[in-house]
Nanobody, 122 residues
Framework: QVQLVESGGGLVQTGGSLRLSCAASGRAFSSYAMGWFRQAPGKEREFVAALSWSGGTTYYADSVKGRFTISRDNAKNTVYLQMNSLKPEDTAVYYC???????????????WGQGTQVTVSS
């Protein structure tokens, strides 16, 4: 069992930056691949970024590639999402999730946080 808690969301202007954190508790965090997903009002949850248990393999959605960076610190049981050059279309609730094997598909993830709101004003 893994419990996940996101933080770091907020209101930012277009072009600004935010860093989201996802703190994990429970067993063997370092064994899990981690993903970030987002859901805007009226839209389905979509993949943003994911990385392997070691951090050696990363995946990004095309819409965030070059602007967002996913990373993890297994000693702190935390995964991060650094978001730069934010756009209004990045506005959403952002969720972190965990599963053993790395994938982009949100339906494959076993554990989810409660989400943190990111709002980008134009």
């Amino acid at each position: 069992q893994v419990q996940l808690v996101e933080s770091g969301g907020g209101l930012v202007q277009t072009g600004g930056s935010l860093r989201l954190s996802c703190a994990a508790s429970g067993r063997a965090f370092s064994s899990y691949a981690m993903g970030w997903f987002r859901q805007a009002p009226g839209k389905e949850r979509e993949f943003v970024a994911a990385l392997s248990w070691s951090g050696g393999t990363t995946y990004y959605a095309d819409s965030v590639k070059g602007r967002f960076t996913i990373s993890r610190d297994n000693a702190k049981n935390t995964v991060y999402l650094q978001m730069n050059s934010l756009k209004p279309e990045d506005t959403a609730v952002y969720y972190c999730a965990a599963r053993i094997l790395l994938t982009r598909n949100p339906n494959d993830y076993d554990y989810w946080g409660q989400g943190t709101q990111v709002t980008v004003s134009s």
